[in-house]
């Protein structure tokens, strides 16, 4: 491997990896400055956060070097650079970078570690290097590594390209290092890290470790198992344009590399189909994937370039099956069970049911089965609806019959949300519910929910007989909810059809759509003037599908934009700690 790859740029992150014939100091010409009275710093590599990393020669025992430099004046730095010594201390394996030394003076921290001639995965992936069989002996080496890893107690936490290192192989040695144990995990030693800790890089993390949740060996797995499909497919299935979208996409179900790569073995899609499940305890073990790996070794192409870098664009990302966890659950029924409560409350001893009896069994039957449940509360209750009302029965059917249809493969408890938006209308700031549907994973999703949330809206303010945005004024005879037959709710069903009303539904479900992309949680000053632009656009869109006054629709707007700009906040924090280089 890269016997016949032309030298590549040297990384802008600190890597350890340095171009093959820049490691002699009589050809650099200037020898630079001695450190530690020992190491002459002879060019950059690479810099981030964390510090410099500088190829260097060590004048006592005359051997190349990495060194990295980390400046102790931040704690946090500080305490990462005695993390990562602590880590690589306890490791001794060829397919893990050696760490010499650790030394500190008054202005900073030195990691001394073996220099690797060659380049980082994610430089050879970029170029198209590697060939099928390249990628597999990566993986191979790296199970090794993390397997001698865990063994010892240590979990790596950030496995990614970038901390990969591929060598020029002219003695047999492994296919690759890996390196970097920075924001390791030491098992049993609190004062390293703790459970609740974010860290890592979003992109490759798995998703209990960016709930904060303890990340494990089975964290690590799913990092390679993600490395070794961007190798094998060309693409990374959970980055996207921005961390917040990324970070919608982390604990998704991905596509199966066998779709993408059908001429590879069919056990060893599976294998790494398996190690990148949302789920640790579905992902197997680093054992198995390394025996799925061996096994396709001799079947897979060395040709390099078989993918190319790039080639692939973004891939469609399904949601999570069926199955929903137990929080899923719970958020789901808490959410149906002030709407099965609503319509006895609304039409209090004719609605033969009374509001707790119908909130705890809509609870009860959406925790045990989320979608089902749902589908069986509402049809109970508009039943029971229908016996005693029937037009309100016909109003309520009307609002709940396309949830089911428009967001069958959406989240269970994403299913009540809709109810949100006549809700904020009675705030006086219903468009805000666009950047509530906004943060919704899909764009389909995030489409429906605002159409959904408009649907709702309207047929509230019908049924309510209260302007909750742009619906009808006041009825004097009372609400049409508890009086209506099944005619007036008929007729009163027919106005929705105007287009003012499919102008406000199709603006909601716009501005959904848009939201993540104009206030994506990348910088707090382009989400703001992103927050802006969209609630502008907004506000524009609603005066000229419903001709409201844009006078309040600009206080309206206002909030709406607020909305957007702090459910961005989680995906702007993300950002800033979690999407390292």
């Known amino acids: 491997m890269l016997k016949n790859t032309e030298a590549v740029r040297a990384s802008e992150h ?20 001695v450190v530690l009275d020992r190491y002459r710093l002879l060019h950059r590599l690479g810099g981030g956060g964390f510090g410099v990393v500088w190829a260097a020669h060590d004048l006592k025992l005359d051997r190349p070097v990495a060194v990295k430099r980390i400046p102790c004046g931040d704690p946090d730095i500080a305490r990462r650079a005695d993390r990562e010594s602590v880590a690589a201390a306890r490791l001794q394996h060829p397919a893990i970078v050696a760490l010499y030394e650790t030394v500190a003076d008054d202005e900073a921290v030195y990691l001394v570690s073996e220099l690797v001639e060659g380049a980082t995965l994610a430089e050879l992936l970029a170029e198209g290097a590697l060939s099928d069989r390249d990628v597999v ?22 496995v990614k390209p970038q901390n990969i290192l591929i060598a020029l192989r002219d003695d047999g040695g492994p296919a690759a290092k890996l390196t970097d144990f920075g924001v390791a995990r030491i098992v049993g030693d609190d004062g390293l890290t703790a459970t609740g800790d ?34 094998l497919a060309g693409v990374n299935p ?40 949302p789920d640790p305890q579905q992902r197997g073990t680093i054992a198995d994937l390394r025996a799925a790996l061996a096994a396709a070794l001799q079947d897979v192409d060395d040709e390099p370039g078989t993918i ?7 891939l469609t990302v399904v949601a999570p099956p069926v199955r929903t966890t137990m929080p899923g659950r719970l958020v789901a029924a808490a959410l149906a069970a002030p709407l099965a409560a609503a319509a006895p409350v ?3 001893d004719a609605a033969g049911v009374a509001p707790l009896p119908a909130a705890s069994g809509a609870a009860v039957a959406v925790l045990l089965l989320p979608r089902l449940g749902w589908v069986a509360a509402a049809v109970v209750l508009l039943a029971a609806l229908a016996a005693v009302r029937p037009g309100t029965a016909l109003l309520l059917a009307a609002a709940v019959a396309p949830v089911p249809l428009l967001l069958r493969r959406a989240e269970p408890w994403t299913w009540s949300l809709p109810a949100l ?20 994973g899909r764009p389909l999703h995030r489409a429906a929910l605002g159409a959904l949330g408009g649907w709702w809206l309207v047929v509230v303010e019908v049924a309510s007989g209260r302007t909750l945005l742009a619906g009808p004024p006041p009825d004097a005879a009372g609400p049409l909810v508890t009086r209506a037959d099944s005619g007036e709710a008929l007729a009163a069903l027919a106005t929705l059809a105007e287009p003012v009303t499919l102008a406000l539904i199709g603006t909601l479900a716009g501005g959904a759509l848009l939201a993540p992309w104009l206030v994506a949680g990348r910088r707090a000053a382009v989400d703001m003037a992103g927050a802006i632009m969209w609630a502008a656009a907004l506000v524009g869109a609603l005066h000229a599908g419903t001709g409201l006054d844009p006078g309040p629709l600009a206080v309206v707007a206002a909030a709406a934009g607020a909305f957007a700009f702090a459910l961005a906040t989680p995906a702007r924090r993300a950002s800033a700690g979690l999407d390292r280089p």
Not at 421 to 440: E, K, Q, S
Request: glycine residues 14%; proline residues 7%; hydrophobic residues 45%.
């Open 308 to 314: 190319e870098g790039g080639k692939l664009e973004a």
């Open 198 to 231: 974010v860290v890592g890089t979003l992109a490759y993390m798995a998703p209990e470790q960016a709930e904060g949740r303890e990340a494990g060996p089975p964290a690590d797995l799913y990092a390679l198992g993600l490395c070794l499909y961007e190798g």
């Open 346 to 348: 609304l039409l209090g």
């Open 421 to 440: 938006a006549p809700l904020l209308g009675l705030a006086g700031i219903a468009p805000a519910f666009a950047a509530v549907a906004g943060r919704a």
């Open 238 to 277: 959970v980055r996207a344009r921005g961390a917040g979208a990324t970070a919608r996409r982390v604990g998704m179900r991905l596509p199966p590399l066998g779709r993408l790569r059908r001429d590879l073995p069919l056990d060893l899609c599976a294998a790494i189909d398996q190690a990148v499940r």
């Open 137 to 158: 002996e990566i993986g191979l080496a790296l199970c090794d590594a993390l397997a001698h890893a865990h063994r010892r107690g240590v979990v790596h936490r950030d």
């Open 14 to 33: 600190t890597t350890l990896t340095v171009p093959a014939g820049r490691v002699d100091p009589e050809r650099t010409g200037d020898l630079g400055t």
